[in-house]
Structures are given as structure tokens and as C-alpha cells.
């Protein structure tokens, strides 16, 4: 009998992709279980770009859209969860660069579109907080019930124009007001799920955002984006083994060992739990090569300048650098301080974690962001 091949989701962010494709999904359901019972219904996460926040978003989407039959066998299925259907306005900013003026009205208005033709909304407001504020209305009144908000890369059109202040202060004055919906909209919201790469209290003023509830350094979120030790196992032996055949390593362990010490490292709360880049682990076996792919796809320009200012014998001071993580979230991202742009960028991680003083330990992941940072710092370009 002929082997099945994985099929590798390669920049695929759509659950219901996934799904109606047979590509690999890493089953993250338990984590939208722990998100539905948690009471809260205003959830903040931060992660680092390729990690998995839109991947995730995507599947918070039809789940709450009542889409059953995408999670047949999944975690989430055996759930005594009702699966009645809830109208979600799903807003994604990660798809585009924000460098152009009238970028980010053209996404909006797509989305927006779309959702106002759902929903037979005529009159049109000129102002998209308002267009939102209308839309959210509309669809509670139909459906009967509340509405589940998404928003992906919630801060990718500011941090596209760090070095634009007035196309920054145009992006930030737009989105505040939309994301003021959050809260003058509250009695329509059932849930609302924002993600992206900084915390909103590093924006000033932003404070549309300031009561949603920071999920990133929790417990409940350690193994929400990227690969655990248990996932690889569970779900990728057969490619892991496979791998080694074809690369003329016998032992699925020294495959093991590879990818730990290329792509793994990364932890992101007090819990012991360590995650696999998932964007270089996908890559490494779907094409049977260890490369640095994370790192190929570009380092953010603001991280980039701020090591290029380090002298080469700094290095070792990324590998020992105690603080606590409750100041990289209020740090402004206009200051350029260097740990903070590096840890929230995924190129620094907590190593350790002293609970009696509230300190952690931070250093570089793994061997693949190493290698990133040092031939950034070491270039003369």
C-alpha cells in the first residue's frame, strides 16, 4: 500500500482551508475550549510574526460560526459546546503593507463591504468607526444574538509607519476609533479576540484597548501559537522520520535533536512549557532541509536598526538579561528599547523564571535566531 503524504500548510492561515484540504492541522482546539469557559470575553494576545495568531483567529471564526463539521474529530468535538451559530465580524490586518496612503481604508472598506452586504446595510457611513458601530448593531438585531469580534494584527498598520509620523498618527487615529467599538458596543459583544505582535499599552493613549484581558504571558496561552514537545511527537513522527530517511539520518532522535536545537526554545509565560518555531518546522519537513526559514522571510526594519547600533562584543549580554516581563508590555514601542523590541519580536525568550522575586530570565531561543542576530550585527550594510 502506497504511504500517505503529509501535505504541509506552507503559509496557509484559513482553518476551513485546512480542513476541506486534509493539510496538517496541529490541533489548537483545546485552546478555544479554555477561552469559551474562561468568563472574560475580552482576550488580548501577543506573538511574534508566523507564529500562528491568524491561524488561530481563523479557527475561532467557525467555531463560533457554528461550523461543526470542520472539527470532526478534534478536541473541541467531543465539547458539550451547542454549536448554535454566532454572527463574527472578522477584521484581518496582517495581509498588507501599510506604506502606501489608502491602504488601510482599501482593506477596510473590502471588509467592510462584505459584511454590510451580509447584513443589507444601505446607508453607508463615511466614517468606518461608524460603519463598524452599524454593522455590529445590525448583526445582533438579525441574528438575536451577540456578536464575536476578531481582530488580526490589530497594530501592523502603525508599526508599518513607525518611521511616517503623520501616516502613523493617521493609522492609529482610524483604528482608535474603530477599536472604540469594543466598549460602546458592549452590550452587542458576546466575545472579542484581538491579536498581534506589540501589547496595546505599549501605543499611547490607545486606550479603546486598555480592558481587554493580556492572555500573552498566561498560563492559558503557553502552547496557544507554535509547536510543543508533545505536538511534534504526536502529530509529526512520521514526517520527522521520513526526513531522516531521505537525508540519510537512520535515528528519528537525531532528527529530533536538530529541530530542537534549530527551531525550539521559545516560552512565552511562567509555565514551563517551550514551543517550535511552527513556520521553520513546517518548512525544514516539507522540504526535507535545515534552513534558517524564519529568518528568511525578513527581520522587521525597527528590530533590524536597533541591532545594527550594537557593538559585536555585546552579544553575550542577550544571553543574561534579568527584568520583569510587566515592563516590555508598557514600554512605549516608539522609545527603541532593544530587549523589548527583541523579546516581543521572538528574538529573545524567557529562559527562566524566579517566582519568589518575579524575574525572569531572558536569552536568545535557539540557534536559528542566533544566527539571524549575530549577521545583522556583524553587517557593514
Not at 101 to 116: A, Q, S, W, Y
Request: charged share 30%; aromatic share 14%; with cysteine.
Amino acid at each position: 500500500m502506497e504511504e500517505t503524504k503529509v501535505r504541509y500548510p506552507i503559509g496557509q492561515q484559513d482553518f476551513k482551508t485546512l480542513r476541506e484540504r486534509d493539510l496538517l492541522y496541529i490541533d489548537k482546539t483545546e485552546y478555544v475550549r479554555r477561552i469559551v469557559d474562561d468568563g472574560s470575553h475580552y482576550f488580548f494576545l501577543a506573538r511574534p510574526r508566523r507564529f500562528g495568531k491568524s491561524l488561530f483567529l481563523s479557527t475561532l471564526r467557525y467555531f463560533f460560526e457554528g461550523k461543526r463539521e470542520l472539527f470532526k474529530g478534534l478536541y473541541i468535538d467531543s465539547s458539550d459546546w451547542d454549536w448554535t451559530p454566532y454572527p463574527v465580524v472578522h477584521i484581518q490586518l496582517g495581509q498588507e503593507r501599510y506604506d502606501k496612503p489608502g491602504m488601510l481604508e482599501k482593506v477596510l472598506d473590502k471588509t467592510f463591504r462584505e459584511l454590510e452586504k451580509r447584513y443589507a446595510i444601505s446607508d453607508v457611513s463615511r466614517l468606518y468607526s461608524m460603519r463598524l458601530y452599524d454593522i455590529i448593531q445590525t448583526a445582533s438585531k438579525i441574528s438575536g444574538k451577540r456578536v464575536v469580534i476578531l481582530i488580526d494584527d490589530y497594530d501592523k498598520p502603525m508599526i508599518d509607519n513607525l518611521n511616517d509620523k503623520e501616516a502613523y498618527d493617521h493609522c492609529y487615529n482610524l483604528l482608535g476609533g474603530m477599536y472604540g467599538n469594543l466598549k460602546s458596543n458592549a452590550e452587542h459583544i458576546a466575545l472579542a479576540f484581538v491579536a498581534g505582535t506589540y501589547h496595546t499599552g505599549q501605543f499611547e493613549d490607545l486606550h479603546e484597548l486598555n480592558h481587554l484581558y493580556d492572555i500573552s504571558d498566561s498560563s492559558t496561552a503557553a502552547g496557544i501559537c507554535g509547536f510543543t514537545e508533545e505536538e511534534i511527537h504526536k502529530y509529526l513522527s512520521d514526517g520527522i522520520k521520513r526526513f531522516a530517511l531521505s537525508n540519510g539520518l537512520f535515528e528519528k532522535d537525531e532528527v529530533f535533536d536538530v529541530l530542537r536545537n534549530r527551531y525550539m526554545g521559545y516560552r512565552f509565560s511562567t509555565d514551563p512549557i517551550d514551543v517550535y518555531n511552527p513556520w521553520s518546522v513546517l518548512n525544514a519537513l516539507a522540504y526535507s532541509e535545515i534552513k534558517n526559514f524564519w529568518n528568511e522571510t525578513g527581520m522587521p526594519q525597527v528590530v533590524k536598526a536597533s541591532l545594527k547600533s550594537l557593538d559585536p562584543s555585546e552579544l553575550m549580554d542577550l544571553d543574561d538579561i534579568r527584568s520583569s516581563l510587566s515592563y516590555y508590555s508598557c514600554i512605549s514601542h516608539l522609545d527603541n528599547d532593544l530587549v523589548g523590541l527583541l523579546y516581543l519580536n521572538g528574538y529573545l525568550t524567557i529562559k527562566e523564571y524566579d517566582m519568589e522575586y518575579d524575574r525572569f530570565l531572558l536569552g536568545i531561543p535557539n540557534k536559528e535566531v542566533r544566527y539571524a542576530i549575530y549577521d545583522t550585527v556583524n553587517s557593514q550594510t
